[in-house]
């Protein structure tokens, strides 16, 4: 006899199914969220075996938590919120949330802004986010990826919202130094390729 895969269409559905034990459910679940929430790991975390560690830890916690899900807002979102939290325990433990912009290794590097029409790869951009001091790779995430506002970020970090709004701006330079290094060093591979 054939096996019926069920597939749960609404978030409530889903979640119902989670909370009886449903094994499919559970594996629905994390194949819905598992491949956006891995991105979010790996924004926080350097090192892609950590960001695959917190993944694992966050969805052990979202499968435990489930009870509380309320259903106000959308599952994602709340999933979000939990990995966003294991990523910054994970991250706490391991590198301090707190520097300054003489902390950035930011010599040598160009200072024109490239223009919109240019384009860099999305892993690119991932790589210089996680290249960024730990302190400054959480703020950005929280508040220009996530959209956590800066008393948000302060209470989930426990710094000052001027500590927040400095980092988050200090980030902003020195990825837009580093984008910009990036596309001087793309432009300058890309000429000598067609020169040759």
Known sequence: ???????FLSDAELVAACRRGSAAAQQQLYRRFAPKMLTLCRRYLRHEFDAEDVLARGFVKVFR????FEGKGSLEGWVRRIM????LSYLRRRESLTLSIEDCNTGHLATEVPTAD???QAADLLRLVQEL????RAVFSLCAL???THPEVAALLGISEGTSKSQLSKARTVLQRQVAA??????TSYAHAHVA
């Open 1 to 7: 006899m054939m096996k019926t895969l069920t597939l």
């Open 133 to 136: 001091p730990a302190g400054y």
């Open 118 to 120: 240019e384009e860099l």
């Open 146 to 148: 996530e959209g956590y």
């Open 65 to 68: 938590g489930l009870g509380q």
């Open 182 to 187: 990036l596309h001087v060093s793309l432009s």
């Open 84 to 87: 966003a939290h294991e990523a």
